[in-house]
């Protein structure tokens, strides 16, 4: 596509429930990174894959939260036992070249509400 | 351990003024310098970025200028206009890490 396409751009939930949130790339694009947002802050690093593999996860806050990129394209973030802290926008990035730095282009976000 | 700091979180500038956000940072290893902009239920879109080898910048209205003596860049936006109202994050990255500040909301008044 065009863009970073990102689903569901909203989702609602009750506290312990499980959620899984979608990221598609733009096309060709090898590397793909998930970033949350939290209100007032800046995005935070979770986890970065190159093709396949999850190259740095080092982001990833505790073992709820893991994400796949099975086919090196659309990856998913998933978090179990979701709890109210995990209220965030959650961002997706893949990244391509511009004037020599690698640039990340996002997503518009998938804005999570754990109640 | 915020690597990247923005240490205003708002700004606003008259129409026409030139707008100026600061941007600091502690890791003297980052290679690229980055500035975003972004609208509300928009993700972060790519502004401007200066490798570290440079301390200029320019892409028509938005200049970046690096001083890593100091370990701080700004971007100048001028003239400001109202479509830049917006929140602007500086990033700093070295090789595939991207590390963000919490941003700094401009206001351009009409």
Redesign the interface.
């Known amino acids: 596509g065009a863009g970073?396409s990102?689903t569901p751009s909203n989702k609602v939930t009750e506290k312990g429930k499980y959620v899984e949130l979608r990221c598609d790339p733009i096309s060709g694009h090898t590397?793909l990174?998930w970033?949350r947002q939290s209100l007032?802050?800046?995005?935070?690093?979770l986890i970065?894959f190159?093709g396949t593999g999850a190259?740095?996860d080092s982001g990833l806050p505790n073992d709820r939260f893991f994400a796949v990129r099975p086919e090196g394209s659309v990856s998913t973030l998933k978090i179990q036992r979701t709890e109210r802290g995990d209220s965030a926008v959650y961002?997706c990035?893949s990244?391509g070249r511009?004037?020599?730095?690698?640039?990340?282009?996002?997503?518009?976000?998938s804005r999570l509400t754990v109640l | 351990d915020q690597q990247v700091k923005q240490n205003s979180p708002s700004l606003s500038v008259q129409e026409g003024r030139i707008s100026i956000l600061n941007c600091d940072y502690t890791n003297s290893m980052f290679d690229y310098f980055l500035w975003y902009k972004k609208y509300p239920a928009e993700g972060p879109t790519f502004l401007i970025s200066i490798s570290s080898i440079k301390d200029k910048n320019e892409d028509g209205r938005f200049t970046v200028f690096l001083n890593k003596s100091a370990k701080h860049l700004s971007l100048h936006i001028v003239p400001s206009q109202p479509g830049d109202s917006a929140v602007y994050f500086c990033a700093a990255s070295t090789g595939n890490q991207f590390y963000f500040g919490t941003g700094t909301s401009l206001t351009v008044i009409p």
């Open positions: 970073v990102q590397a990174y970033y007032g802050q800046g995005p935070e690093f970065y190159q190259a740095d961002l990035a990244s511009a004037s020599g730095a690698n640039v990340l282009t996002f997503g518009a976000g």
